[in-house]
């Protein structure tokens, strides 16, 4: 099948590339590389187009016009919710007029179906709902989770007028590797790029917040199997259903990392950051009984596998 994977160079959406890629689809990507990596595709580059254009341009047409996807999957978004709390206009800019954009090129170029990254975590807001169906108050706190939900809003208008189908996945924290252990987000990349650089690791608060970390291979194989699905549900939450507080990430990676390289690192509590949710961890019950998924991969097992693509990197 020929789809287009928007933000197909970013972290998750280059896992989705290589997972699409293995079970036999064209791929074409579409990202500004504005916050994704060339090398993050690297290694199938001569098997997938890759289009650098930004879902806001007018460019993005012309796109569509050669490629002539059936499916899109949209991961090309901004993720930064500090930034979106300081410039929310900013945010709404690429994740709301960007994806407007991109389902009008859909409904032009006759897309038969979008698959949609989407957050539970940041839609759900500071719910008491744990863990968080997908039937939970779309309660955002932040500017990026009240643009992602809004787009939640369009795919099912442009469904009701223009019979475009889609899936909206909703993501609890992903993490592994390629990951940006600089970036913002992420704290399983930068505990362990921290470790691996020999500095200490900041806890915001006293660490007993609470998050749903899922490692980025089920996610990926979330997305494949969302493709075929028949299913009367449009949205998912993609998770494990378990919640991790903070102190006891940081214990399991400064373990496992010192196990694996043998650097040690320490941590240290900061201020709280104010307005933090404190809980989250979503219900995976609807992903597994109309998808058919689960989460395959440890906490232990994904650190391990975070740490040691870290370090493969170290060596280059
Ligand atoms: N990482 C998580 O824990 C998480 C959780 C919930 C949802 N999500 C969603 O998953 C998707 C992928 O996130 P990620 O963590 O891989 O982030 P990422 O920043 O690595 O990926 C986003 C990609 O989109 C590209 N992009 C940004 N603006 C663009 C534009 N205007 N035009 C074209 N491309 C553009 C970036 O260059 C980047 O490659 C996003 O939609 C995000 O909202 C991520």
New binding site residues.
Partial sequence: MKILV?????????HVVDKLLEAGHNIAV????????PE?LEHIKDKITIHK?????EELDSVFEKEKPEVVY??????DVRKSVEDPEYDAN??VL?SINMMQCAKKHGVKKII???????IYGDTKNIPSPETESPDAICP?GVS?YCVERYLYLYKYLHKIDYTVL??????GP???PL?E??VVAIFIGNTLQGKDCRINGDGKQTRDY?FVGDVARANLMALTAKTEHNIFNIATGKETDVNELFSSISTQVEKLSGKKTKSFHAQAIPGEVLRSCLDVTRAKQDLGWTPQVSIQEGIKKTAEFFMEQQKK
């Fill in positions: 928007t933000g197909g160079s970013g972290f998750i959406g280059s579409v990202d500004d590389l504005s916050n994704g990596r993050n254009v930004s879902i806001r341009s949209h991961l090309a978004a901004h993720i690429i994740n960007g949609y990254s989407s957050t539970g975590g940041a990026y992602k909703r993501y609890a924290n992903v993490y390629r990951q940006d970036g987000a992420g899922v």
